[in-house]
């Protein structure tokens, strides 16, 4: 029932950044917070806590599978963007990036014949086409507004509303 070594050390490496995403967000929501946009740097926070649980839901996997937990070096990630549209398009290359990370895992497990790593990675799969999109709206909705005036105050507003659910709960 054990995962083969590059399994685990794929997910240990996802695990990684999977708090780098947690940590980044936290830093955009400081960042967003320090220009007077609560929606937004709370939408932000909830993104955050979002990366952890999904970190978590690997976690345990590898230890469910029997294999060993390698926590990395997490980098500091920056600490100040150009306006929230900066932020919002920097927050989707990181999806983008965390998607193709993910597509490689579930390459590797059909690879390696793991069955069960690909059922749970398929999860990872289509969370990643709801983070892209969610990302992609706010980019669009801020080119649309030009990130600016009441435009900007109604999608502050707007974020603002955003409650935190754990969707890996929903899943098993």
Not at 8 to 18: L, R, S, T
């Amino acid at each position: 029932m054990s995962m083969s070594k590059k399994m685990v050390d794929a997910i240990n490496e996802q695990i990684k950044n999977e708090f780098y995403s947690a940590y980044m967000y936290l830093a955009m929501s400081a960042y967003l917070a320090d220009l007077g946009l609560p929606g937004f740097a709370g939408w932000m926070r909830i993104q955050a806590k979002e990366e952890v649980t999904h970190a978590n839901k690997m976690y345990d996997y590898v230890l469910t599978r029997g294999g060993k937990i390698e926590l990395k070096t997490i980098d500091a990630p920056p600490a100040a963007w150009k306006n929230p549209l900066d932020v919002m398009q920097a927050g989707l290359a990181h999806e983008q990036f965390v998607t193709k990370c993910i597509n490689e895992m579930s390459d590797l497990a059909v690879k390696e014949k793991d069955h069960a790593t690909q059922i749970f990675l398929a999860w990872y799969v289509t969370e990643q086409v709801e983070e892209e999109e969610n990302f992609t709206d706010l980019v669009n909705a801020l080119k649309l507004i030009k990130g600016e005036g009441q435009g900007l105050l109604m999608l502050d507003r707007e974020l603002g509303a955003r409650v935190f659910v754990d969707e890996t709960q929903a899943a098993e």
